[in-house]
Nanobody, 128 residues
């Protein structure tokens, strides 16, 4: 069963913006930590943003000040607004959720293997 579906990826020039969306099924929405990860081939997935049950967010140092995670509870959708994109932001982007756990939501990069549900990913390519 598909619980998370990402969209919004694409190709953009450096300095541009994209907004990623992740529609989350009612079955898992807001029942645990939710987060955005990204992965470059050959590297491990990197946790770049997380959100807790109170709506507080955290962002990795590599994207802080440029990316913003948010959610819309009515639409059961997560967003990742990405501004001032750089070529090094090129990656496959994934949204993820935990099952019934609010532990360490604001440290997704430390919790990679604790996320139970994953979307299929959306590719972001930034050219210089």
């Amino acid at each position: 069963q598909v619980h998370l579906v990402e969209s919004g990826g694409g190709s953009v020039q450096a300095g541009g913006s994209l907004r990623l969306s992740c529609v989350v099924s009612e079955y898992i929405y807001n029942r645990g930590c939710m987060a955005w990860f990204r992965q470059v081939p050959g590297n491990e997935r990197e946790g770049i943003a997380g959100i807790d049950e109170d709506g507080r967010t955290s962002h990795a140092a590599s994207v802080k000040g440029r990316f913003t995670m948010s959610r819309d509870n009515a639409e059961k959708t997560l967003y990742l607004q990405m501004n001032s994109l750089k070529p090094e932001d090129t990656a496959m982007y994934y949204c993820a959720a935990k099952r019934d756990s609010w532990v360490a939501c604001l440290s997704p990069d430390d919790e990679l293997y604790e996320y139970d549900y994953w979307g299929q990913g959306t590719q972001v390519t930034v050219s210089s």
